[in-house]
């Protein structure tokens, strides 16, 4: 047992003790009140430029998918863009992809040659990366793929892309060999790029889970170097076992594709921490061809969404082979870097309200301030149930203006609710228009 208290004993089964789950929440203190993040999958995939599962769902042999780190040359990679346009969009923290299934490392590893350091990119990506991104203030985090399909110690399952290949099947894999690896390479991320805020390990499967990780002394180890950081979920859940921290491993909770429909909380009901990861099209690697992308009003409002029921939005770009934010995205960061400047107050620190979901939008709030999110604008005057009498003050967010909160004459008598008026046909912000209640 560390003699900070910071250490995690329980097994995959056990509800983790009070002491436990309070030093978590104290940890997550500033992931919770900074709501919102950037998530970045880059890598090899990006020449196929078919998703980051390329490898496995087309059955690449070795020799066939590296070919790409052969040509792997990030010429355009400047992370300080990417930094300063994360901050216009208002984002508190970034996690990016260290090493993703298909094995291959950003980051310069003496465990490894299947890096971009050895590739002819002969760059640190993940250095300049971090640098880039705490330079801009925001806090840094690495994802770490627990599965491994260029790892020889890496089981063929029906996970791997050589589960057809009858030789490579046949021949002996150590798997304790994998596991060196794979806690060696943790140990260098955390050793050699100064305070690391966030270690986001994805994912846990059928028996691949826990232990199988050796997760005990991995998360010892970890939280020996970094007591502060904050780990995921997933060294125990996964795609088959969407489970929470309350049980299992790590400090927040990670829901994929999915804003939970009640946030997520423990079997007594109480508030867990949890972060939504979300892509801006269908795919989390770049993949040219996929222009299904949710427009900004989405995504401001699965941002509101998420703080609105107690949780994070980690927000997914997946970067080109050039080392380029596709535009489609980084016209979204900007956009909702737009609404953030004048509405970032109702998120930051913000969470679930004391009210009802309304049914022209959202509540978030922090303390005695309420922040009423408008979507739709009702016929008439716009109610707010319930808070007949509590509000103090009423003020348009963005401009500090005063909203109208008079009784309409066709409200009936009961004062139980009260009541906005916002004359014209449209909201003043068809994004969102948030109004600022004081509470009294
Ligand atoms: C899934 C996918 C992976 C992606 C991740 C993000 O687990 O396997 O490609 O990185 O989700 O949450």
């Not at 599962?53 to 040359?73: A, K, S």
């Not at 599965?147 to 029906?158: A, L, R």
């Not at 790029?193 to 691949?208: A, C, E």
């Amino acid at each position: 047992m560390l003699e900070n208290g910071n250490v995690i004993t329980t097994t995959e089964t056990k509800r983790k003790p009070r002491a436990v789950l309070n030093q978590s929440k104290k940890r997550c203190e500033w992931f919770v009140d900074a709501r919102f993040g950037l998530f970045i999958h880059w890598g090899l995939y990006a020449i196929p430029s078919r998703g980051e599962w390329v490898r496995l769902l087309e059955r690449y042999e070795d020799t066939d998918y590296h070919r790409y780190f052969d040509e792997f040359n990030p010429t355009a990679y400047n992370p300080r863009e990417w930094a300063a346009l994360a901050k216009t969009a208002g984002q508190r923290y970034v996690v990016m992809t260290a090493k993703h299934h298909d094995g291959f490392c950003l980051f310069d590893s003496k465990l490894t040659t299947f890096k971009s350091t050895c590739s002819p990119a002969k760059r640190d990506l993940i250095r300049e990366y971090v640098d880039a991104f705490r330079a801009e203030g925001l806090k840094v985090g690495f994802y770490y793929s627990l599965i491994d399909w260029n790892h020889p110690g890496y089981p063929i399952d029906h996970m791997h892309p050589l589960q057809d290949n009858a030789t490579a099947k046949a021949a002996p894999r150590h798997f304790d060999d994998y596991l060196t690896y794979f806690h060696g390479q943790v140990d260098e991320l955390l050793k050699n790029y100064g305070k690391i805020d966030i270690i986001w390990f994805d994912f846990s499967y059928r028996n691949m889970s826990g232990e199988t990780w050796k997760a005990t002394e991995l998360v010892n180890s970890i939280r020996r170097l970094h007591p502060d950081i904050i780990i995921d979920n997933r060294l125990t859940c996964g795609h088959e076992d969407p489970c929470h921290q309350e049980t299992g491993f790590g400090d927040f909770t990670s829901p994929e594709q999915i804003i939970p429909a009640e946030g997520v909380t423990d079997s007594h009901g109480n508030p867990l921490v949890w972060e939504a990861c979300i892509t801006m099209n269908d795919h989390w690697g770049y993949m040219r061809d996929d222009r299904n992308y949710k427009s900004t009003t989405q995504i401001v409002r699965m941002l509101v969404e998420s703080v609105s029921k107690g949780g994070n939005l980690l927000l997914n770009v997946g970067p080109d082979a050039k080392g380029k934010i596709p535009g489609a995205s980084a016209e979204r960061l900007e956009a909702i870097g737009k609404w953030m400047k004048d509405n970032s107050e109702s998120i930051y620190g913000c969470g679930v309200s004391d009210f009802p979901k309304p049914d022209w939008g959202r509540y978030t709030q922090r303390g005695n301030v309420l922040y009423a999110h408008l979507f739709e604008k009702p016929v008439g005057a716009i109610p707010l149930i319930g808070l007949g009498k509590k509000v103090r003050r009423a003020r348009l967010l963005s401009d500090g203006s005063e909203i109208d909160m008079k009784r309409p004459w066709n409200a009936g008598t009961n004062d139980d609710d009260a009541f906005v008026n916002l004359p014209g046909p449209d909201l003043p912000d068809p994004i969102d228009t948030v109004i600022k209640l004081e509470l009294i």
